[in-house]
């Protein structure tokens, strides 16, 4: 779908980095920490910086992402210009649910400071809801209105921040830090998780891309600052408020910044605390407001929810649909009023998103090469590879309670999305979809069979090379993987042979039973006798047969020859033309095989069952649209043979020969296969 323009590009590098700084800084440094305190102890500086360092990988991903396509909607944008229609819905939605919570968290971390501190008759919800109606209006009237606010908000924050680490430094006790790990290493990798939403601010730089000037230049500089920026505060101020009083008092309070600025710095250091936690609530609630909005915004733009979403106000070019819906979903989710909760779930969202935004890179470089990048990433594709991982691994060990909010949320996504008519369309491509997926799994699971081949000039070669190749074609027809070794007598020949195929080469003369032994024959499947001579391959498929290998094929042209073998259980490929075509097929399709000899090796021959309600069930053959390089050989039905003619109607349960190249036979195929859209 085309893009919808109106978004205008007013927002520079400084605005852009505070965009990300005020969804950083939120609840990572200053509520968290007391549950950190609580579950992990002065371990959790570790966990801090080593989650900042994992989403290093994320964040080079997301610089180059964002540079190259700048448009609104960031991480879901990305998914669905790279990846197919469902996984970017699905994308979307996890970021929507990853924003939605984490704003329901940040009005509630403000709501409770108001509460503690100023109002404590005051009702959470109440104050959550005045919250929010102020912050959607200025939503309302564009990101740089809500900037103006933002920025002074991050620089009275982030001026405390800093204080209270440099000048907390010298309070610090080494004794508080001790043991460093109090609970053990086991809480670390949940802890890990736990805190992830606290690094994605440099995502919603990425969201508001259609509204930064120079795009190009600017994201990628405004991501890597901002991460920059928040570790380096993070771990600073964690270590401070770690060491300057002992990790179980720590977990005692919901506010925690500002009970260790009282601690140190007294009545000066408790107002400092409390105006740096509400500025960082306000700031970080505003910036993932608008990204929540606009992510719904771009999903329907997109289609996959209704157009209305996709409304920009007349005057002030900003999503207001969208932002109202967000807004009135916050304030539901507000009364839930637990910070620990809201953070994991939002961690859930965030977390399955990411690392489908991770893999959208190496989808970029093989969908749209030439596209230009301003910014790329070292390593490719060990980066995005690296992004996915440090996503993914963390899901398990969130809270239960999290991850059922987080399905249940997704079931609620998935049921507007079907909704659409447009998406219901979409599904009918799950077909195909299965079929790609029953290639990979079959890939997984279909049994080896080892093949033992006796000949490696032209003959034994093609056959090789037919068996050995890999591509999705005989991927769906094949019913085994094989593994071939050769045995050549020819010694120059058998090492060529080695150095092309890569697989076992017995030097000798395969005539010989104490050749062929070496090749264990009681483990083999099939032995080819694929000499240039048929008196040889007579003799080898003979021997063959007395050692015991189940099936054996011969390259036979003279017609006595063919009589003793075929007597003898040996099946023989008479045609002088298309001898490694069939074999592959005695071996995948033995019954059809049979049926017909194709020239030259350049046809392919296959049969495909019909099933009930398929699209072709009442057709006439003539009335199907097939390739035309591909014909229909022969239909057999219930055990009988019918000569397929243009008048020759389809019925279920129908078995169709079908005959033509490989590529227009699988067009053939997938047409007899499909299943009827109302069936």
């Keep these: 779908m085309a893009e919808q323009v109106g978004f205008r590009r007013n927002i520079g590098l400084f605005m852009a980095v505070m965009i990300g700084i005020g969804a950083m800084m939120g609840p990572g440094i200053f509520a968290l920490p007391s549950v950190v305190a609580g579950s992990i102890g002065p371990l959790g500086i570790l966990a801090y910086l080593a989650m900042g360092v994992l989403t290093l990988f994320t964040a080079l991903n997301y610089a180059e992402l964002g540079a190259a396509i700048p448009v609104a909607g960031g991480g879901y944008s990305f998914a669905s210009r790279t990846l197919s229609r469902p996984v970017a819905f699905l994308t979307g939605w996890f970021f929507w649910i990853g924003n939605t919570l984490a704003c329901a968290l940040y009005v509630v971390i403000f709501a409770l400071t108001i509460q503690h501190y100023f109002w404590p008759e005051g009702s959470v919800f109440f104050i959550a809801l005045v919250?929010?109606?102020?912050?959607?209006?200025?939503?309302?009237?564009?990101?740089?209105?809500?900037?103006?606010?933002?920025?002074?908000?991050?620089?009275?924050?982030?001026a405390v921040l800093v204080g209270v680490g440099v000048l907390g430094a010298a309070h610090v006790e080494p004794a508080n830090l001790k043991p460093f790990a109090p609970m053990g290493l086991g809480p670390l990798i949940p802890t890990m998780g736990l805190i992830y939403i606290s690094y994605v601010g440099f995502d919603l730089i990425t969201v508001a891309a259609e509204e930064i000037?120079?795009?190009?230049?600017?994201?990628?500089?405004?991501?890597?600052?901002t991460l920059g920026v928040g570790v380096v505060i993070y771990v600073?101020?964690?270590?401070?408020?770690?060491?300057?009083?002992?990790?179980?008092?720590?977990?005692?309070?919901?506010?925690?910044?500002?009970?260790?600025?009282?601690?140190?710095f007294g009545a000066w250091g408790r107002w400092a605390g409390i105006v740096a936690t509400v500025m960082a609530s306000l700031s970080a609630f505003s910036?993932?407001?608008?990204?929540?909005?606009?992510?719904?915004?771009?999903?329907?733009?997109?289609?996959?929810?209704?157009g209305s979403f996709a409304r920009l106000h007349s005057t002030y070019k900003t999503p207001h649909v969208a932002l109202f819906v967000c807004a009135g979903l916050v304030v539901l989710l507000s009364g839930l009023g637990i910070v620990r909760f809201l953070a994991s779930v939002s961690s859930?969202?965030?977390?399955?998103?990411?690392?489908?935004?991770?893999?959208?890179?190496?989808?970029?470089?093989?969908?749209?090469?030439?596209?230009?990048?301003?910014?790329?990433?070292?390593?490719?594709?060990?980066?995005?590879?690296?992004?996915?991982?440090?996503?993914?691994?963390?899901?398990?060990?969130?809270?239960?309670?999290?991850?059922?909010?987080?399905?249940?949320?997704?079931?609620?996504?998935?049921?507007?999305?079907?909704?659409?008519?447009?998406?219901?369309?979409?599904?009918?491509?799950?077909?195909?979809?299965?079929?790609?997926?029953?290639i990979r799994l079959r890939a997984f699971w279909r049994p080896h069979m080892r093949v033992l081949i006796i000949g490696g000039g032209s003959e034994g070669s093609n056959i090789a090379?037919?068996?050995?190749?890999?591509?999705?074609?005989?991927?769906?027809?094949?019913?085994?993987?094989?593994?071939?070794?050769?045995?050549?007598?020819d010694e120059a020949r058998s090492e060529a042979l080695g150095r092309r195929f890569n697989v076992p080469v017995l030097h000798g003369d395969g005539t010989k039973p104490e050749v062929l032994a070496q090749a264990d024959p009681q483990k083999l499947d099939v032995a080819i006798a694929a000499t240039d001579n048929d008196e040889r391959n007579a003799i080898i498929a003979l021997q063959a047969k007395r050692l015991g290998v189940p099936r054996v094929i011969a390259i036979a042209r003279n017609p006595d020859h063919v009589s003793l073998l075929e007597q003898s259980g040996v099946v023989c490929i008479s045609s002088p033309h298309a001898t490694a075509v069939m074999v592959e097929n005695h071996l995948d399709r033995p019954g059809v095989a049979e049926l017909i000899e194709i020239e030259a090796g350049v046809a392919n021959l296959i049969d495909v069952f019909v099933p009930k309600g398929g699209h072709v069930v009442g057709l006439r053959i003539q009335d199907i649209e097939i390739p035309d390089e591909c014909v229909v050989a022969a239909v057999i039905r219930?055990?009988?043979?019918?000569?397929?003619?243009?008048?020759?109607?389809?019925?279920?349960?129908?078995?169709?020969?079908?005959?033509?190249?490989?590529s227009s036979v699988q067009d053939a195929h997938a047409v007899f296969a499909t299943v009827s859209k109302s069936a």
Aim: glycine share 8%; hydrophobic share 50%; aromatic share 10%.
């Design 638 to 662: 219930e055990g009988q043979f019918v000569v397929s003619r243009g008048q020759t109607e389809i019925r279920d349960g129908d078995h169709v020969v079908l005959i033509g190249p490989p």
């Design 287 to 306: 910036v993932t407001l608008g990204a929540s909005s606009r992510v719904l915004f771009a999903l329907g733009r997109d289609g996959h929810f209704p």
């Design 348 to 438: 859930f969202g965030y977390l399955l998103a990411i690392g489908i935004v991770n893999y959208a890179v190496i989808a970029l470089g093989r969908r749209m090469p030439n596209l230009r990048r301003p910014f790329k990433v070292m390593f490719f594709p060990l980066m995005p590879v690296m992004g996915m991982i440090a996503c993914w691994f963390f899901i398990p060990t969130l809270e239960t309670r999290s991850l059922l909010l987080g399905a249940g949320l997704t079931t609620v996504g998935v049921v507007l999305y079907l909704l659409q008519p447009a998406n219901r369309n979409e599904l009918r491509g799950l077909p195909t979809l299965q079929r790609r997926l029953r």
């Design 236 to 264: 600073l101020v964690l270590w401070v408020m770690m060491g300057v009083v002992n990790h179980e008092e720590l977990a005692q309070t919901n506010t925690p910044f500002i009970y260790v600025s009282d601690y140190l």
């Design 465 to 489: 090379d037919r068996l050995l190749k890999q591509d999705e074609f005989r991927m769906v027809f094949r019913s085994s993987e094989y593994q071939i070794t050769f045995i050549e007598q």
């Design 131 to 158: 919250t929010t109606a102020f912050f959607t209006v200025t939503n309302l009237r564009g990101q740089v209105e809500a900037l103006r606010v933002i920025t002074a908000m991050n620089i009275v924050e982030l």
């Design 213 to 225: 000037v120079d795009p190009a230049r600017n994201i990628p500089r405004a991501i890597l600052i």
